[in-house]
Structures are given as structure tokens and as C-alpha cells.
């Protein structure tokens, strides 16, 4: 989630942006339009549990007033017992009428990786998966292969050719798996900023590979290096770009986040709720936007807007915007 300016440069493979969303990202575009804003939630404890998912998700959704329809969760390819591990979250979320969306990271070198080294980690995920699909009814999960391939925070990370391979071989290893593939939906999450040169278009894997688009966009404030944006600075250009270069695909902002800290370094929380209530209507306001996943921990900055059982005013106002809804997992099976 780092950022490290405002990047506007679209690659030099992407198809030119159309003059009206070059200058509004809601203008209509030819291609997917969402049926609804659909929100999600990471949460700083762990969800593999009924009671976890209902003090975190679904206690926020009812101080919001309005449910969250994805959980956020990190899965490491180091993860020692996954067999147990992603059941029972998976389980925990869909029993509590959430759908699992899975951030698959790992530590591991990415060419070994694309060349079929740790496959049988990946294979245990995808197993693991396949399980929890036989016994549920009407299984869904999104899964992000190595969030935010495209920056150099990650062990991963700036390997765009390498990063393509292991997209396609992830999901060979998921069919081999006897993972249903009406049950996944392949989900396609760079950083919207990047180092010159490593724009996330030249690390698409090709329609036929993706399912869905996202992306991370933070609010840094005065946290970190990037100063107080508008919510058209935050998401804008990467509307644009990836209305650009995939019309038809629909959008999730797959991490986001707001501080409440101001330029002059001091908080300012009706900065932060303005922010998110106008974040909501504009996200809401864009045809190819399904989703938008916050980060509800308190990391590199107060992040959050649900903590000691209080919702932030900001998210409360965004959450009931017109527009903004809720699908159960078998209701957005019917997405495409």
C-alpha cells in the first residue's frame, strides 16, 4: 500500500481513454456495468471463526446500517496448515452471509514460482478450497494472486512476465485441484501508483485470465508522503486507465483506506469522514465499479473506521449512499 505520488501515466500498450472519462471517471462507458456498489471490510481479527466475523463484520455492518457483502483475508503461500486454515474461514464468512475475497501473498521468489517450484504449497491452497467448495452451497471466492505485484514493497513484486506466468499457473493448479470454476473468480490487484515503468497495464494477464480488476488507492493525508487528495486524485486516474484497457471487466477497489492526519500533521477527523462519504458516491456514481474493500486495520495510519464498537460518521454516510447494496454469495454467482 505504498504511495509515492500521483502517477497519471498510462502505458504505451493501453488503448487511448475516451475523451468523457478521460475527464469524469462516471461518465458511461461501453462495457460492464454494476449492478450495485457492493462493499468489504478487512478486519484486525481473525475470521475463522462465527464469533470473529460476527464482533468484526457483522458488528460494523450493524453500527452502518448497511452490510458489507465481501471479507478480507490475507492467505501466505507459508501458510502451515491450510487444509484447516482457509475451511474454516471461508466457512465463518459464508455461513455468516459474506463472501470469502482472498489475497493469496507469498515470501518466495516470483520466477520460481511461475516455473512450478512451489507448487505443492499451491496445490494444498487450492485443495483446501476444493474441500470447503464440496461441502458449501453455492461456493464463492474471489482470490487475488500476489496483491500489488507491481511495487517494489513486495518479496514478489516488479516481475511482470513472471507475474504473468504464475497468474495462468495458479489456475491450472486450481483446476487440477478439482476446484469447480464457476466457484472462483480470478481477481486482477495491482497498486494504482507505481515506479515509472511498472504500470499495472504491462502486468495484465489477458481478459480470458481475469475475472475482475482492482486495484489499492489510499488517502495518506499528512501520514505519509503523497499530501491531503480528493477522492477524483485518490481513484480518477485508475478508473480511467483500467476503463482503458478493459471496458468490459468490472472494477473492485481491492484495498483503500483514509487517515484522519492533515498536512499540518495534526487529526482531523471531519476531513476523513468528508472524504469517505464523497469516496462512496463517487465509486457508487461509476458504472464499472462492483466493489470497494476497506482496510479496517490501523497500520501505517489510523486507518480504521470501526473500532470499540464505533463507525466512523464518513463510512455510516458512504455505506447508505445511493447505490451502495448487498448480495448474498449465490445472488453474486449471477454476476457476470
Known amino acids: 500500500m505504498p504511495h509515492a505520488g500521483l502517477d497519471r501515466t498510462v502505458s504505451a500498450d493501453a488503448p487511448p481513454t475516451d475523451s468523457a472519462s478521460a475527464t469524469d471517471p462516471t461518465a458511461p462507458v461501453a462495457g460492464f456495468e454494476a449492478p450495485a456498489l457492493l462493499l468489504g471490510a478487512y478486519s484486525p481479527d481473525y475470521l475463522g471463526t462465527a464469533d470473529g466475523v460476527q464482533r468484526q463484520l457483522s458488528a460494523m455492518d450493524?453500527?452502518?446500517?448497511?452490510?458489507?457483502?465481501?471479507?478480507?483475508?490475507?492467505?501466505?503461500?507459508?501458510?502451515?496448515?491450510?487444509?484447516?486454515?482457509?475451511?474454516?474461514?471461508?466457512?465463518?464468512?459464508?455461513?455468516?452471509?459474506?463472501?470469502?475475497?482472498?489475497?493469496?501473498?507469498?515470501?518466495?521468489?516470483?520466477?520460481?514460482?511461475?516455473?512450478?517450484?512451489?507448487?505443492?504449497?499451491?496445490?494444498?491452497?487450492?485443495?483446501?478450497?476444493?474441500?470447503?467448495?464440496?461441502?458449501?452451497?453455492?461456493?464463492?471466492?474471489?482470490?487475488?494472486?500476489?496483491?500489488?505485484?507491481?511495487?517494489?514493497?513486495?518479496?514478489?513484486?516488479?516481475?511482470?512476465?513472471?507475474?504473468?506466468?504464475?497468474?495462468?499457473?495458479?489456475?491450472?493448479?486450481?483446476a487440477g485441484a478439482g476446484v469447480p470454476g464457476d466457484t472462483i473468480r480470478w481477481v486482477f490487484a495491482p497498486n494504482g501508483w507505481s515506479r515509472e515503468g511498472h504500470e499495472f497495464e504491462g502486468y495484465y494477464p489477458g481478459d480470458e485470465l481475469v475475472d475482475v480488476i482492482g486495484f489499492s488507492a489510499y488517502q495518506w493525508g499528512g501520514c505519509g508522503d503523497g499530501g491531503w487528495q480528493t477522492p477524483e486524485e485518490v481513484y480518477g486516474p485508475y478508473l480511467e486507465r483500467i476503463a482503458a484497457m478493459s471496458p468490459d471487466k468490472p472494477i473492485v477497489v481491492t484495498q483503500t483506506a483514509a487517515t484522519s492526519v492533515g498536512e499540518d500533521g495534526a487529526?482531523?477527523?471531519?476531513a476523513k469522514d468528508d472524504f469517505l462519504e464523497a469516496s462512496y458516491h463517487l465509486l457508487a456514481d461509476t458504472p464499472q465499479v462492483l466493489g470497494v474493500m476497506y482496510f479496517n486495520l490501523d497500520k501505517e495510519c489510523d486507518w480504521s473506521v470501526y473500532r470499540d464498537g464505533v463507525i466512523s460518521r464518513g463510512y455510516r454516510a458512504g455505506a447508505n449512499a445511493l447505490g451502495v447494496d448487498y448480495l448474498s454469495p449465490a445472488e453474486l454467482s449471477a454476476v457476470r
Open 62 to 174: 450493524a453500527e452502518a446500517g448497511q452490510r458489507v457483502t465481501f471479507g478480507g483475508v490475507f492467505v501466505g503461500l507459508e501458510d502451515p496448515n491450510p487444509a484447516y486454515d482457509i475451511p474454516a474461514v471461508f466457512s465463518a464468512l459464508t455461513e455468516a452471509g459474506y463472501t470469502p475475497f482472498m489475497n493469496l501473498a507469498a515470501g518466495r521468489d516470483l520466477a520460481a514460482m511461475a516455473d512450478g517450484e512451489y507448487d505443492d504449497e499451491l496445490r494444498a491452497i487450492a485443495e483446501a478450497t476444493a474441500t470447503w467448495a464440496a461441502q458449501t452451497d453455492d461456493p464463492l471466492v474471489f482470490v487475488a494472486p500476489l496483491p500489488e505485484m507491481n511495487g517494489d514493497w513486495e518479496a514478489y513484486g516488479e516481475e511482470p512476465e513472471a507475474f504473468k506466468r504464475f497468474f495462468a499457473r495458479l489456475q491450472g493448479v486450481y
Open 267 to 270: 487529526p482531523n477527523e471531519a
